[in-house]
Nanobody
């Protein structure tokens, strides 16, 4: 498993932006698929976005398409989630996750970072 540490969460007003970062403990190169998930109070954890190693294709939840952008810098072992036009319903704890490219389930998780969007 890969150790993951998220940062960049905080409080922002509706329409604002935040950039989350996720630092991995080892070289992720192109062998790991990296993802972001979120969990709002009283709700189950849900998929937000993921980026493959090579090619760096991306997938997004419908609720964030056009507003969020996932990217990765394999040289820095870091994954980012740029969040624009934030809405109150984006309020949640955001988790970074990793899975080997041949695995179907994510098996490495960060501790989470809180994002709060005020109306």
């Amino acid at each position: 498993q890969v150790r993951l540490v998220e940062s960049g969460g905080g409080l922002v007003q509706t329409g604002g932006s935040l950039r989350l970062s996720c630092a991995a403990s080892e070289r992720i190169l192109h062998t790991y698929v990296m993802g972001w998930f979120r969990q709002a109070p009283g709700k189950e954890r849900e998929f937000v976005a993921e980026v493959n190693g090579f090619p760096m294709t991306t997938n997004y939840a419908d609720s964030v398409k056009g507003r969020f952008t996932i990217s990765r810098d394999n040289n820095k072992n870091t994954v980012y989630l740029q969040m624009n036009n934030l809405k109150p319903e984006d309020t949640a704890v955001y988790y970074c996750a990793a899975r080997f490219y041949t695995a179907s389930l994510y098996n490495s998780w960060g501790q989470g970072t809180q994002v709060t969007v005020s109306s």
